[in-house]
């Protein structure tokens, strides 16, 4: 298969991750399309960096429009990255969130076999969530990892990553893709991670704000979002499908990206600025997330190549700066 001259279409193109995609995806050539919602006010912003993104107005779970979609595009690849991609958001709205981060999926991936069967192979590649794997007994996780999730969040990504195991044992060329947390400057600031960079900023800039969090204690495994995107591109272009656990393999604490953060702002002392608030610890708190990334090295060639602190050390610099 030559690339370079593919179709793709992106679901989620207006998030985190799809920009980075959309914009790596385009370097090499490929023509692009995006999904996006009536109103994304994100869009706009999308096509001044990317101009040449075709976007369709549409969501995810109108089951007609996403099939009339699928067949008029006939896109050699399709990336899944819309839905609730909060675990928070979740807990709010369930059944929301199983319709769109899970059951969706499921015509996704039964049309993209139909235009397979029909002699427009297309290559599928699904964002999962090591959120799937819960309160893991083990660490780290691999892809034989049990799958026992504790969130709505959780659920919903298991549904579709089961799902997208079914039509790869079809034949379709599908791909789940385990991420593990992934950070930018463009994280939203709902987001523990960005609302501690954003803070560092204000309070370096000379605000007296205190910034208050939950379990500082907490532990995950944190990359650089763009590597991330590319490791879902080298899944699509690898002869072979299947699932791959997408992580950095290193733990930090949250006080571990509160204190990069302070110390890239110029603060050593951050301890001041910081208060624990009770009203944050999550429902559930997801413990020792850490992913062996070693098959997706092996298959794949691919390595994380941002250290923690600078990942950190980039976000708090991007407050300074313009909106990219
Ligand atoms: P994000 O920034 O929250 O982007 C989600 C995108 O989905 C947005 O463009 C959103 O559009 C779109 N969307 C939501 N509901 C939709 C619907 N009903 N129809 C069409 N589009 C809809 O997420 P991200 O951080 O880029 O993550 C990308 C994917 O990776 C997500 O599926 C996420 O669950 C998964 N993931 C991310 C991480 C991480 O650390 N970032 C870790 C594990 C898994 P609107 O602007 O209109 O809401």
């Not at 964002?127 to 959780?154: C, D, H, K, L, W």
């Not at 002869?239 to 949250?254: F, L, N, S």
């Not at 992913?291 to 300074?320: C, H, Y």
């Amino acid at each position: 298969m030559t690339h370079g001259t593919e179709r793709v279409l992106i679901t989620g193109i207006t998030g985190q991750d799809g920009g980075y995609l959309a914009e790596q995806l385009s370097n090499d050539g490929a023509e692009i399309h995006g999904l996006v919602r009536d109103g994304d006010e994100a869009a706009s912003g999308l096509l001044q960096r990317l101009p040449q993104a075709q976007l369709h107005t549409g969501d995810l779970t109108d089951t007609e429009g996403m099939r009339d979609l699928l067949r008029v595009l006939k896109p050699s690849e399709v990336y899944n990255l819309a839905g609730i991609s909060s675990v928070a958001q979740s807990w709010e709205q369930p059944t929301l969130t199983a319709e769109v981060t899970g059951v969706a999926v499921a015509v996704l991936l039964q049309t993209a076999w139909q235009l397979t069967e029909s002699g427009n192979p297309v290559r599928f590649v699904q964002a999962s969530s090591a959120e799937m794997f819960g309160n893991p007994q083990r660490s780290p996780q691999n892809e034989s990892t049990p799958i026992a999730p504790v969130s709505p969040y959780g659920a919903a990504k298991a549904y579709a990553h089961h799902l997208v195991g079914v039509y790869r044992a079809r034949g379709l060329h599908a791909c789940s893709l385990i991420l593990y947390n992934h950070e930018s400057p463009r994280r939203p600031s709902s987001f523990v991670t960005r609302k501690i960079t954003q803070a560092a900023a204000r309070i370096a800039g000379g605000d007296t704000e205190q910034l208050a969090l939950g379990n500082l204690d907490a532990r995950r495994d944190w990359g650089w979002a763009p590597d991330y995107v590319d490791a879902m591109v080298r899944a699509a272009r690898h002869a072979v499908p299947g699932d791959y656990v997408i992580a950095t393999g290193v733990e930090h604490t949250v006080r571990d990206f509160v204190a990069a953060a302070f110390v890239a702002a110029g603060i050593d002392d951050w301890n001041q600025y910081v208060r624990v608030d009770p009203r944050f610890f999550r429902p559930v708190d997801a413990v020792e997330q850490i992913g062996d990334p070693s098959k997706a090295g092996q298959l794949l060639g691919w390595a994380p190549t941002v250290p923690f602190d600078e990942i950190v050390a980039r976000m708090v610099r991007a407050e300074n700066q313009p909106a990219e």
